[in-house]
């Protein structure tokens, strides 16, 4: 599995980005797709979630400023971020879970997207 994720950069506090994420290769019918991010200094946390039916999770953080929305046919996911903070600053990554018959589970990562809320 690989994926290519796009649409990072710099923005003004209150800005908006939109952030996209095209994955290829074996994935499962049953799949889960989002994002990630981890600031300089802490931990990687989740920013939000979508499953293959439309199933969405969010950071309290990001409640009401980002949607995450995908494209099942093109097997992208995407992330509309907007009011965008100085606290949202740090390198986003997309993640696919494959979740087989069993409940097993398989993640893979992209390589990262920098974005950077500044004046």
């Known amino acids: 599995v690989q994926l290519q994720a796009s649409g990072g950069g710099l923005v003004q506090p209150g800005g908006s980005l939109r952030l996209s994420c095209a994955a290829s290769g074996s994935i499962f019918s049953r799949n889960a797709m989002g994002w990630f991010r981890q600031a300089p200094g802490k931990q990687r946390e989740m920013v939000a979630d979508?499953?293959?039916?439309?199933?969405?999770n969010y950071a309290e953080s990001v409640k009401g400023r980002f949607t995450i929305s995908r494209d099942n046919a093109k097997n992208t996911v995407y992330v509309q971020m907007d009011s965008l903070k100085p606290e949202d600053t740090a390198v986003y990554y997309c993640r696919l879970k494959n979740i087989n018959y069993r409940g097993g589970t398989f993640e893979y990562w992209g390589l990262g997207t920098q974005v950077t809320v500044s004046s």
């Open positions: 979508i499953t293959g039916g439309g199933t969405t």
